[in-house]
């Protein structure tokens, strides 16, 4: 794809000619990406820099240095990066420093709104052009924000859109925050109907959040931060998912953070997690659980467990059980199973299972002695499940 990146050349088991007659076919091979490419890095933001730093760009912009406490106030309490709005600045060359300072960095491309109105999905171009999206969702009890932490993803699994698409590059700290801020604006602002508070964040849309590790965390840091240093969400309504970088998760957990970690399985056995998750090769099932177990004692937090249900691929009864067994294994009572009906990507053989195959997976997984529930399916007449809109748009 892209032969300038550094890829992982470890074994991938799902090449083609592998796989038996009956077995999932897997037509793609795409390498593992972990490095980024170096290209097109957007304008530097407030967002990106430490208090310090803001001051001095805010000096070097040619203002005295208590302004950057006046523009992190607008950016991250307001909600704003309107000039017009910032009448405690000078009026004189105020669209140049609020410029210099706030850039813009996304600008909308669409967005588009169904579940009557409780999803909306916008598609953002970055600077540089680069296509990202990310989807606001309703429900009776919060507002939840799903962001992109990379342009495209570079860990290939083969029934994630995004992931068949390769990276394109990581995000900057405030590219992330960006999202958040305008997600924040526009629920503030009544775009899902009444005028609501974004109260939770999952870094689950376009991306490996732990790929692209050090922008993640301090975008984390600030999506966190009580106002005006940050958005003021609580750290609980974060969640974090991976496909299991063992390395990462083990940083992670000595942040101290109270983020919630998702872990994307999919399934419990190395077999069948090599092909859908391809970094498998790297980082076991039984490495990847031992991880998330260690996150789960330093945070005293449940894990949640993501598994894409597969027809006839991961739904058997008998990986319910394994499931379920391995979880218990591993995590004891500190796990939760989230399943998630596949959103099939366009030209794909693959499918969701029949509900009666389903609700059977949850009972088994349940009566394993591990909590299940199944993820709701927003967004999926406006193909905002997985990477799906940008991918469309890319053409
Ligand atoms: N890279 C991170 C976050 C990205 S996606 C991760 O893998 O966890 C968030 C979740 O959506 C992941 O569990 C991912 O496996 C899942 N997903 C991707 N494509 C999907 C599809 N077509 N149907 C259902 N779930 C999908």
Redesign the pocket.
Same mark, same amino acid.
């Given at each position: 794809m892209h032969p300038t990146l550094r890829t992982f050349t470890g074994p991938l088991r799902w090449e083609e000619g592998r796989a038996g007659e009956n077995d999932p076919v897997m037509t793609k091979s795409l390498p593992l990406i972990f490095t980024a490419p170096r290209r097109g890095r957007p304008p530097t933001h407030l967002a990106d820099l430490g208090p310090q730093a803001r001051r001095d760009a805010v000096v070097a912009a040619g203002a005295p240095a208590f302004r950057a406490d006046q523009l992190a106030r607008h950016y991250f309490t307001n909600l704003t990066r309107d000039p017009a709005q910032m009448t405690d600045l000078p009026a004189a060359g105020r669209v140049e420093f609020v410029d210099a300072l706030l850039p813009e960095l996304l600008t909308e491309v669409r967005s588009i709104s169904c579940d009557d109105g409780d999803t909306r999905k916008t598609l953002w171009r970055a600077h540089d052009g680069t296509l990202i999206e990310s989807v606001l969702m309703r429900y009776p009890e919060r507002i939840t924000l799903c962001v992109s932490s990379q342009a495209g *993803?570079g860990?290939a699994?083969p029934? *994630?859109?995004?992931?068949q698409g390769g990276l394109d590059r990581n995000l900057s700290t405030a590219e992330i925050v960006d999202q958040v801020r305008l997600a924040a604006a526009a629920a503030r602002d009544g775009a899902l109907g009444a005028p609501g508070r974004l109260s939770n964040v999952v870094?689950? &849309?376009? &991306?490996?959040?732990l790929a692209n590790y050090n922008r993640v965390l301090a975008a984390v840091r600030l999506i966190t931060a009580p106002a005006p240093q940050g958005l003021g969400i609580s750290a609980r309504s974060v969640t974090v998912?991976?496909?299991g970088l063992v390395p990462a998760i083990e940083r992670l957990t000595r942040e101290n953070l109270q983020v919630r970690l998702?872990?994307?399985l999919?399934t419990p056995d190395d077999e069948l997690r090599d092909t859908l998750v391809p970094v498998n090769d790297r980082w076991k099932v039984d490495e990847v659980l031992a991880a998330a177990r260690g996150y789960a004692d330093a945070t005293g937090r449940r894990v949640s467990i993501?598994y894409?249900l597969i027809r006839d691929v991961n739904d058997q009864p008998w990986r319910a059980d394994l499931l379920a067994a391995t979880l218990r294994r591993h995590l004891g009572r500190l796990v939760h199973v989230n399943l998630?009906?596949?959103?099939?990507?366009p030209g794909s053989q693959w499918d969701a299972s029949p509900r009666p195959v389903q609700d059977e997976f949850v009972r088994r997984v349940r009566a394993g002695g591990v909590a299940c529930t199944v993820r709701d399916t927003r967004g999926q007449e406006i193909a905002a499940? *997985?990477?799906q809109l940008a991918a469309a748009s890319k053409g």
């Amino acid at each position: 794809m892209h032969p300038t990146l550094r890829t992982f050349t470890g074994p991938l088991r799902w090449e083609e000619g592998r796989a038996g007659e009956n077995d999932p076919v897997m037509t793609k091979s795409l390498p593992l990406i972990f490095t980024a490419p170096r290209r097109g890095r957007p304008p530097t933001h407030l967002a990106d820099l430490g208090p310090q730093a803001r001051r001095d760009a805010v000096v070097a912009a040619g203002a005295p240095a208590f302004r950057a406490d006046q523009l992190a106030r607008h950016y991250f309490t307001n909600l704003t990066r309107d000039p017009a709005q910032m009448t405690d600045l000078p009026a004189a060359g105020r669209v140049e420093f609020v410029d210099a300072l706030l850039p813009e960095l996304l600008t909308e491309v669409r967005s588009i709104s169904c579940d009557d109105g409780d999803t909306r999905k916008t598609l953002w171009r970055a600077h540089d052009g680069t296509l990202i999206e990310s989807v606001l969702m309703r429900y009776p009890e919060r507002i939840t924000l799903c962001v992109s932490s990379q342009a495209g *993803c570079g860990m290939a699994c083969p029934f *994630c859109a995004t992931g068949q698409g390769g990276l394109d590059r990581n995000l900057s700290t405030a590219e992330i925050v960006d999202q958040v801020r305008l997600a924040a604006a526009a629920a503030r602002d009544g775009a899902l109907g009444a005028p609501g508070r974004l109260s939770n964040v999952v870094f689950m &849309g376009m &991306g490996e959040p732990l790929a692209n590790y050090n922008r993640v965390l301090a975008a984390v840091r600030l999506i966190t931060a009580p106002a005006p240093q940050g958005l003021g969400i609580s750290a609980r309504s974060v969640t974090v998912s991976t496909v299991g970088l063992v390395p990462a998760i083990e940083r992670l957990t000595r942040e101290n953070l109270q983020v919630r970690l998702a872990v994307s399985l999919h399934t419990p056995d190395d077999e069948l997690r090599d092909t859908l998750v391809p970094v498998n090769d790297r980082w076991k099932v039984d490495e990847v659980l031992a991880a998330a177990r260690g996150y789960a004692d330093a945070t005293g937090r449940r894990v949640s467990i993501e598994y894409a249900l597969i027809r006839d691929v991961n739904d058997q009864p008998w990986r319910a059980d394994l499931l379920a067994a391995t979880l218990r294994r591993h995590l004891g009572r500190l796990v939760h199973v989230n399943l998630i009906p596949l959103n099939p990507t366009p030209g794909s053989q693959w499918d969701a299972s029949p509900r009666p195959v389903q609700d059977e997976f949850v009972r088994r997984v349940r009566a394993g002695g591990v909590a299940c529930t199944v993820r709701d399916t927003r967004g999926q007449e406006i193909a905002a499940a *997985c990477g799906q809109l940008a991918a469309a748009s890319k053409g």
